[in-house]
């Protein structure tokens, strides 16, 4: 059996590449959570995503975080991701 760990990346972003940045990562998989946080560390978003179903869910939680990243200057963009 193998037992999955999680790890968690975080990268400092302006609001402009947030969307971009977010595709960049789901695309690369393994993926479990996107938290997005602004500058003074407050949680503003923070979207769960299941293996398989990615696809479907991302494009209309991208359209939010289109929205979010218009607010948001600069940010930080936490990540969860599955080892296995």
Do not use: C
Not at 8 to 26: H, Q, W, Y
Request: proline letters at 2%; a negative charge.
């Amino acid at each position: 059996m193998s037992e999955e760990q999680t790890r968690t990346e975080e990268f400092n972003v302006s609001g402009d590449m947030l969307v971009a940045k977010i595709k960049e990562l789901v695309h690369e998989g393994n993926i479990r959570r996107v938290i997005i946080k602004n500058e003074d560390g407050r949680t503003l978003i923070d979207i769960p995503l299941t293996v398989g179903v990615v696809g479907a869910l991302v494009a209309p939680q991208l359209a939010a975080l289109g929205a979010i990243a218009a607010l948001v200057s600069r940010g930080t963009l936490v990540v969860e991701k599955m080892e296995t």
